[in-house]
């Protein structure tokens, strides 16, 4: 399961003066509260009447995304960043009020892939009713609802306005928790697809996509992985990416360009870059070693050079001496290697962007490249691999 924040959006429908709702989404709140801090659950209590949604009155359809009123973009934006939802509706008539179908109405790709459940309340049928009916829309938006329900009958749960405390009650909200989260983290990779501007990778139904720090997690997994083979080849237990802790990856996301390569929720491969004085630095490279041979290293080299502005003067990049895949790799893409002052057991290579021999006739530039690889070697830490 990935260790991601959970945001649930927990939504109030009930417009009504005097209704119950408030009170109903208080308790839900404050009862799952506990256990959302366990799970390391976002919770963001939003009551419905305070967007301010009139009728739906965006002249494009939502699926478009191109909303012209600011209450849109509004509702847009909170719905997008949520990764599920509870949704704390009454019956009216056999079905769920006009103001949920209405906020439903209004957006499309925002609720594509995320799990949705329900605390329902109503007399006769505790609500049940309404949930039926909303399923067969939310279903349509691509939402997921949930098995795990809360179903509150006023008459027999609620006095002077408030929930009655009740063992049974609270315990099937916990299970409205536990199940929302268990399917936003399976269901994580469906929504990342459907993100906007998400490029599709190189193998079927994969996707590459900036790292975050909040990938540390994978990234620590992927490059203990990885360098296992870097260590065996160069008899160096030193490298940095074998000890480097979750939190020192986190540190290290923050600082560079790093691109991930996604496929089901599975980090296949990596590449990061930034750039040091007038240089372009290219570390980190690693594919997950059931997949290599594949070409996603060469593919994410690409990647990572296509990233580099046309003011920098090269790229750079250091591998072991003894990493004689990596050497091939690097040398068949135009990589050059550069002699280090001192012998530490790894090759710094370069590749020219925007200078050519005649106007580097010093040799200056693989000067300063050199410098900047001593020290910061695929052994060391800094822009290595």
Known sequence: MSTKTVRVLVLVCSTRPGALGPAIGKWMTETITPRAEELRVELVPLALGDLDLPFLDEEEHPSTGAYRQEHTRRWSAIADAADGFIVVTPEYNYGMPATLKNALDYLGREWAWKPIGFVSYGNTSAGTRSVQHAKQVVTTLRLVPLGATVAIRIRDATEQGRVRPDNSLAGA??????????????????RERERAGTPQGPLPGSYVRRLVPDDAPEVTVLQRCCWVDEALANDALTIPALHESVDEVREWLAAWHATGLWRDGRLLGMVRARRIDTDWHIGRLAVAPDLRGQGLGRWLLHIAETAAEQTFRRI???????????LALYKSEGYQPLPLADNDGTVCLTKNIAATPSSDPTGA????????CEGRGALRPGCGP
């Open 365 to 372: 530039n693989d000067r300063l490249a050199t410098a900047a």
């Open 173 to 190: 909200a916990v299970g409205v928790l536990d199940e929302l989260v268990r399917v936003a983290h399976a269901l994580r990779p469906m």
């Open 316 to 326: 750079v990049l250091t591998t072991g001496a003894a990493s004689r895949r990596n």
